[in-house]
């Protein structure tokens, strides 16, 4: 079984930056990629994402703020977070789809960013 596993979370004061790294257990083929975060009492939302042809995707909120990439080997994603707001505070998620026929979606176990003075 794949496991994911995120690093990089923590506390920051707003204008503040982190990155957060996960890390897949196994080498597997990948059909996408990406970072969902979820605060309380609100839904899930995309942060950021790459497809298979390698376009990458980022929610409005983050645009211009936060940077996702990847390296192949082993199948590693970070996204770089500057200009950190309030409103960023969350459980940070990263996903990676498999690139099988169904697809399957693996999560990592989430990591707590909050953004305070």
């Known amino acids: 079984q794949v496991q994911l596993v995120e690093s990089g979370g923590g506390l920051v004061v707003p204008g503040g930056s982190l990155r957060l790294s996960c890390v897949a257990s196994?080498?597997?083929?990948?059909?996408?990629m990406g970072w969902y975060r979820q605060a309380p009492g609100k839904q899930r939302e995309l942060v950021a994402s790459?497809?298979?042809?390698?376009?990458?995707h980022y929610g409005d909120s983050v645009k211009g703020r936060f940077t996702f990439s990847r390296d192949n080997a082993p199948n590693t994603m970070y996204l770089q977070m500057n200009s950190l707001k309030p409103e960023d505070t969350a459980v940070y998620y990263c996903?990676?789809?498999?690139?099988?026929?169904?697809?399957?979606?693996?999560w990592g176990q989430g990591t707590q960013v909050t953004v305070s003075s």
């Open positions: 196994e080498i597997f083929s990948i059909y996408s």
């Open positions: 996903y990676m789809r498999e690139a099988s026929d169904p697809p399957y979606d693996y």
């Open positions: 790459i497809s298979s042809s390698g376009t990458i």
